[in-house]
């Protein structure tokens, strides 16, 4: 194992073909390797940046009174700085910030006046997807999950500038767009004097309608008391505490979390694993970020952690406390949001795939606490405080066919102009 700093900083596996395990007996050949001077060999590779003088604000988004920031998918090393950086281009600007869920920004929310979390459920609104149409998106990093908002950019064919400082194409859309290659932490810099004051109403529209959307979810999920997979997001951005490490796992997921993870101040990091949207390794990364680390969560399905139950061996070196929140809905909830999912069969034993597994003999197997949960009031009691030592897993048996049902028939509602009980619930 080593680490690299650039151009992603991260962990590598490095493969040597040793016939033998390789025994720690001294080697004559490989002697001069100790007085091997690795700085100097790596010195002449830099990261290379932008200089900071060669790029002015783009005259266009000073100037524009239509313009939006999305905050994609994210994993910041320094959160704070990250979210003020862009809180700072958003006031300066006066545009309003779509907030993925898998980026940092919603756990500051207090740096960031302009702060939209309920996008994908407002663009469900047809009115509302014409009436906030942008000239302008400023775009940060890799798009956000959501399909809906994929799909309006692509309507819409707004002028996109793709805010990375990676040499990577974020520009999945293929559409008008350019890529500046600077970090916003050093486009911050760039608005150090106020810009002209503007007619700020489209931002208002924004912030207005994410808040009666926000206070919609609000009501919904509180007259929820059955087990419903959605509502674990919901609840879980409001109770975990400050600063713990989430991992999500791939699908419903890092969905329940776009659609429902509301903004706060908790400070919490988001650690996910998107790109080939793999479920593969997803137990394994979570326990190597909770790790010697503060007390962590996995928020997964089943069929993701079954994938990788091996890596509860390291339950006997594991030092540190991993919860792992599993929700059972035996197979795969993705699927049945799928238009396959009316094609029965072969829909339940080739893309559903319900291993109809005992989880607590797993659990039993590899010596790993488990406990069924039964209420939300359980939930929130097991998970704040967390443990500080040990693997579990809180397992909520959830109902894959009537949960997706309900997430289709209301997501949409959210975003229409209702009344309190208008919602249908479980
Ligand atoms: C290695 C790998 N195998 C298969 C897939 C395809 N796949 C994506 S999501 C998914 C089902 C995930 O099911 P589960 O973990 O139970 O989560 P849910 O969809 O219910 O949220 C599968 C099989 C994948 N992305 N990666």
Redesign the pocket.
């Known amino acids: 194992m080593g680490a690299i700093a650039f151009p992603t900083p991260g962990v590598v596996h490095l493969n040597f073909p040793f016939r033998d395990p390789l025994a720690p007996t001294p080697q004559a050949n490989t002697e001069t390797l100790q007085a091997f001077d690795w700085q100097d060999f790596f010195a002449f590779i830099s990261p290379s940046s932008i200089p900071l003088a060669s790029l002015p604000i783009p005259q266009a988004w000073q100037s524009c009174q239509r313009g939006i920031i999305v905050a994609g998918i994210a994993h910041s090393y320094a959160p704070k700085a990250y979210c003020q950086a862009i809180a700072t281009l958003s006031q300066s600007l006066q545009y309003p910030v779509l907030a993925e869920a898998l980026s940092p920004l919603r756990n500051y929310a207090d740096l960031n006046p302009y702060l939209i979390s309920t996008y994908d459920l407002i663009l469900r609104n047809e009115k509302l997807a014409q009436q906030l149409a942008p000239e302008i998106v400023i775009q940060l990093g890799e798009l956000p999950t959501s399909k809906e908002l994929r799909t309006w950019l692509e309507t819409i064919q707004p002028h996109r500038w793709i805010v990375d400082s990676s040499a990577e194409n974020f520009d999945s859309l293929h559409g008008k767009s350019i890529h500046l290659r600077i970090s916003v932490e050093q486009l911050e810099s760039s608005f150090n004097c106020p810009l002209n004051p503007k007619d700020n109403s489209y931002l208002q529209q924004w912030c207005d309608e994410d808040l009666r959307v926000r206070q919609n979810i609000n009501r919904t999920m509180q007259s929820i008391d059955g087990l419903l997979e959605s509502k674990v997001a919901w609840l879980l951005s409001q109770m975990l505490p400050p600063h713990t490490s989430i991992f999500i ?5 890092v969905r329940n979390l776009e659609f429902f993870w509301l903004p706060g101040n908790s400070g919490i990091t988001p650690y996910f694993n998107r790109g ?5 390794g997803t137990l394994s990364t979570a326990l190597g970020i909770a790790y010697r680390h503060r007390s962590s969560i996995l928020l ?6 079954l ?1 990788d139950t091996n890596g509860f061996l390291i339950q006997q070196n594991f030092s540190g406390h991993l919860t792992i929140i599993l ?1 059972n ?1 035996n ?5 049945e949001m799928l238009p396959i999912a009316q094609f029965e069969p072969p829909f339940e034993e080739f893309f559903a ?1 319900p291993q109809n597994l005992d989880f607590v003999k797993l659990c039993q197997t590899y010596n790993v606490e488990h406990k069924l949960i039964s209420s939300w009031e359980q939930l929130k009691q097991l998970l704040n405080p967390l443990p500080e030592t040990g693997i579990r897993v809180l397992e909520i048996k959830c109902d ?1 066919k009537a949960d997706s049902r309900w997430l289709q028939e209301n997501l949409k509602q959210f975003s229409m102009f209702l009344g309190k009980n208008d919602f249908g619930n479980d």
Request: proline share 0%.
């Open positions: 796992a791939n699908s419903m997921s080939a949207n793999g479920i593969d997964t399905g089943d069929l993701a952690l994938h929700i809905n197979g795969g909830g993705i699927f795939t894959r």
